[in-house]
């Protein structure tokens, strides 16, 4: 057995998660939310996560050399983010005082915490070697080191909040990480763009990207959003009168406490309710999203523009990672080769990128990721057992050609619920666990959404594509494997496969290499064959509000629990009968 790293995220708010490394290959990695089927499993800890991780490897506690976490005791000294806290806090003074007399009490509880869960696993508490590795470090760590660059590579880190940092600004080089600058709460982009997505009715940590599906809608010029925050002199300013507030600043509805300020509301009028995409609020939320890419571009132009011109690589990470549109900004820049944002960018990519930073640390280096089936995977017999256990008594026949039979079902026009293979890690479903449909058929993505997903109907759905197709239908020739980046659409593709493009001409593209996924990809395939176009609709497998689905009993509930007519899991075909089959 070779160098073992398992490195664990979560407990101190959202998104636990478990990865591990053996030798430096990524051996799993998976979010904890799947397996308790409650979305971000908020506090909790990581338990089923690292038992499947364990189990996925074949290997006992005994077997692990070092377990890493992604949050560290930040020194009052050595660092100035306890100092600037306090004094960008002074309207709390508990908080202010707390920073500064007991600012790691939250790493202490976090590491008894993890301490305690890892003996429930049954590793022995004396002779764990736990290493702490600081937050915003543990996402450099998983978007460079995941990265595979093997020159100079400039890294970016933007999330809400780690122990104190919100934004790091580094270099990577030889597998080394310099860090050049961080900023600290409360001066925070991800801070503000999450008390924003508050305002606009969705929940923080969750809705983020449902403001950016909104602000294409509206009209950014109409309002003024830089009274919110400004960058200048290399320092970033977060306008505590309005957001990222704590204390007695916050503004309260119904004993809730929110990340805004009374005087947010008394500039921009009542907080946004229910499900309308209505003005004003189109038009914030495009505000909204224009400050956000003006204020993160300048901070790269300033931390590292120099970098970028030597070589041109870019590493990032943290939750705003997953801003596709900022990102399309920055794969335009003339400076930037290649970006490669970690597909799971958010608080679970910490475990990966924890665990990676430890490996590289004792000399081991760790393989870049190129796809993210991490998770669990199931057999046909598996799935067959499942059906047999199930209340809604599912009829299922095996059939033998499931791309070109499911290919068949969607240019029919039904969407398909499609299950195979290990499921993926992070926030989007790319073939593992997903609902597809045919991207031509008209209509295809409002039926998926009265029967289905209930969703919003101006969040776009997004299309997979053969690398093959990639050249011809997106405007920018860049890898594209995690549907993180979101790309202009050439003239004639949006009369073609009009489901998949956005509002604004553009699409959140995966484009997929066939060895990592080949019946997805020969799905496409067929596809191609059947209606000219090697595109297929894919939006996660999951109702809304739920994680998505991992095991086949979770696929079963939720189809038994929608409107949808078809489930493909591995060979074995489950249809409603009320449909007469096809």
Same mark, same amino acid.
């Given at each position: 057995?070779?160098?073992?790293?398992?490195?664990?995220?979560?407990?101190?708010?959202?998104?636990?998660?478990?990865?591990?490394?053996?030798?430096?290959?990524?051996?799993?990695?998976?979010?904890?939310?799947?397996?308790?089927?409650?979305?971000?499993?908020?506090?909790?800890?990581?338990?089923?996560?690292?038992?499947?991780?364990?189990?996925?490897?074949?290997?006992?506690?005994?077997?692990?050399?070092?377990?890493?976490?992604?949050?560290?005791?930040?020194?009052?000294?050595?660092?100035?983010?306890?100092?600037?806290?306090?004094?960008?806090?002074?309207?709390?003074?508990?908080?202010?005082?707390?920073?500064?007399?007991?600012?790691?009490?939250?790493?202490?509880?976090?590491?008894?915490?993890?301490?305690?869960?890892?003996?429930?696993?049954?590793?022995?508490?004396?002779?764990?070697?736990?290493?702490?590795?600081?937050?915003?470090?543990?996402?450099?760590?998983?978007?460079?080191?995941?990265?595979?660059?093997?020159?100079?590579?400039?890294?970016?880190?933007?999330?809400?909040?780690?122990?104190?940092?919100?934004?790091?600004?580094?270099?990577?080089?030889?597998?080394?990480?310099?860090?050049?600058?961080?900023?600290?709460?409360?001066?925070?982009?991800?801070?503000?763009?999450?008390?924003?997505?508050?305002?606009?009715?969705?929940?923080?940590?969750?809705?983020?990207?449902?403001?950016?599906?909104?602000?294409?809608?509206?009209?950014?010029?109409?309002?003024?959003?830089?009274?919110?925050?400004?960058?200048?002199?290399?320092?970033?300013?977060?306008?505590?009168?309005?957001?990222?507030?704590?204390?007695?600043?916050?503004?309260?509805?119904?004993?809730?406490?929110?990340?805004?300020?009374?005087?947010?509301?008394?500039?921009?009028?009542?907080?946004?309710?229910?499900?309308?995409?209505?003005?004003?609020?189109?038009?914030?939320? !495009? *505000?909204?999203?224009?400050?956000?890419? #003006?204020?993160?571009?300048?901070? /790269? %132009?300033?931390?590292?523009?120099? $970098?970028? +011109?030597?070589?041109?690589?870019?590493?990032?990470?943290?939750?705003?990672?997953?801003?596709?549109?900022?990102?399309?900004?920055?794969?335009?820049?003339?400076?930037?080769?290649?970006?490669?944002?970690?597909?799971?960018?958010?608080?679970?990519?910490?475990?990966?990128?924890?665990?990676?930073?430890?490996?590289?640390?004792?000399?081991?280096?760790?393989?870049?990721?190129?796809?993210?089936?991490?998770?669990?995977?199931?057999?046909?017999?598996?799935?067959? !057992? *499942?059906?047999?256990?199930?209340?809604? #008594?599912?009829?299922?026949?095996? /059939? %033998?050609?499931?791309?070109?039979? $499911?290919? +068949?079902?969607?240019?029919?026009?039904?969407?398909?619920?499609?299950?195979?293979?290990?499921?993926?890690?992070?926030?989007?479903?790319?073939?593992?666990?997903?609902?597809?449909?045919?991207?031509?058929?008209?209509?295809?993505?409002?039926?998926?959404?009265?029967?289905?997903?209930?969703?919003?109907?101006?969040?776009?759905?997004?299309?997979?594509?053969?690398?093959?197709?990639?050249?011809?239908?997106?405007?920018?020739?860049?890898?594209?494997?995690?549907?993180?980046?979101?790309?202009?659409?050439?003239?004639?593709?949006?009369?073609?496969?009009?489901?998949?493009?956005?509002?604004?001409?553009?699409?959140?593209?995966?484009?997929?290499?066939?060895?990592?996924?080949?019946?997805?990809?020969?799905?496409?395939?067929?596809?191609?064959?059947?209606?000219?176009?090697?595109?297929?609709?894919?939006?996660?497998?999951?109702?809304?509000?739920?994680?998505?689905?991992?095991?086949?009993?979770?696929?079963?509930?939720?189809?038994?629990?929608?409107?949808?007519?078809?489930?493909?899991?591995?060979?074995?075909?489950?249809?409603?009968?009320?449909?007469?089959?096809?």
């Amino acid at each position: 057995m070779g160098f073992t790293v398992l490195g664990l995220s979560g407990a101190l708010s959202h998104d636990p998660s478990a990865a591990l490394y053996i030798d430096g290959k990524l051996i799993a990695a998976v979010e904890e939310e799947r397996f308790v089927r409650d979305k971000h499993a908020k506090n909790r800890m990581p338990y089923e996560s690292a038992k499947f991780c364990l189990e996925q490897a074949g290997i006992t506690p005994a077997d692990v050399d070092v377990v890493c976490i992604p949050f560290a005791p930040i020194s009052l000294f050595s660092s100035k983010a306890r100092w600037h806290y306090a004094k960008r806090y002074w309207y709390a003074p508990d908080r202010s005082l707390d920073a500064l007399l007991t600012g790691n009490r939250r790493f202490k509880r976090y590491r008894k915490k993890i301490l305690w869960c890892l003996e429930q696993l049954g590793f022995e508490a004396k002779k764990v070697r736990l290493e702490p590795v600081e937050h915003h470090l543990a996402h450099a760590s998983s978007a460079y080191h995941c990265s595979g660059f093997s020159e100079k590579t400039a890294i970016l880190g933007i999330d809400g909040k780690g122990e104190y940092a919100t934004t790091f600004f580094g270099w990577g080089e030889n597998g080394k990480i310099h860090k050049i600058k961080e900023f600290y709460d409360p001066d925070s982009l991800g801070g503000l763009y999450g008390a924003i997505t508050e305002y606009l009715g969705f929940e923080m940590l969750d809705g983020e990207f449902k403001v950016m599906g909104m602000a294409p809608y509206g009209d950014a010029a109409k309002y003024d959003f830089s009274r919110l925050a400004k960058f200048e002199n290399g320092e970033l300013i977060i306008n505590t009168d309005y957001a990222n507030v704590i204390g007695f600043r916050r503004y309260k509805e119904k004993g809730k406490g929110y990340y805004f300020s009374p005087k947010l509301i008394e500039w921009l009028g009542p907080k946004r309710e229910g499900d309308i995409a209505d003005d004003p609020y189109i038009h914030y939320a !495009a *505000a909204m999203q224009a400050l956000f890419e #003006k204020l993160a571009l300048e901070m /790269i %132009d300033y931390y590292l523009g120099d $970098i970028l +011109k030597e070589t041109g690589r870019l590493a990032f990470a943290g939750g705003c990672a997953l801003n596709v549109k900022l990102n399309q900004r920055i794969i335009a820049r003339p400076d930037v080769k290649e970006l490669f944002v970690q597909p799971a960018s958010g608080d679970a990519g910490t475990a990966v990128g924890a665990a990676a930073f430890i490996s590289v640390k004792n000399g081991v280096p760790v393989e870049k990721m190129e796809h993210v089936y991490l998770g669990p995977s199931y057999s046909n017999e598996d799935i067959i !057992a *499942a059906c047999a256990r199930h209340p809604d #008594k599912p009829q299922w026949q095996k /059939i %033998d050609d499931v791309p070109q039979e $499911i290919a +068949k079902v969607l240019v029919e026009g039904n969407p398909v619920a499609w299950f195979q293979g290990r499921m993926e890690f992070g926030p989007r479903a790319l073939g593992g666990r997903s609902i597809i449909g045919c991207p031509s058929v008209a209509g295809v993505a409002d039926r998926i959404n009265e029967q289905i997903k209930f969703r919003e109907r101006w969040r776009p759905f997004c299309p997979s594509m053969l690398d093959t197709v990639a050249p011809q239908m997106l405007s920018v020739d860049h890898p594209s494997p995690f549907m993180t980046f979101t790309f202009d659409v050439k003239e004639g593709w949006a009369e073609r496969v009009p489901e998949v493009v956005h509002e604004d001409g553009t699409a959140r593209a995966q484009v997929l290499k066939r060895e990592y996924n080949p019946r997805y990809y020969d799905l496409m395939k067929e596809l191609e064959a059947m209606t000219g176009n090697g595109v297929v609709l894919n939006t996660s497998l999951n109702r809304r509000g739920e994680p998505m689905v991992c095991s086949p009993t979770d696929a079963l509930n939720m189809f038994f629990g929608s409107d949808l007519q078809f489930l493909i899991m591995e060979d074995i075909l489950v249809m409603k009968e009320k449909d007469g089959g096809h």
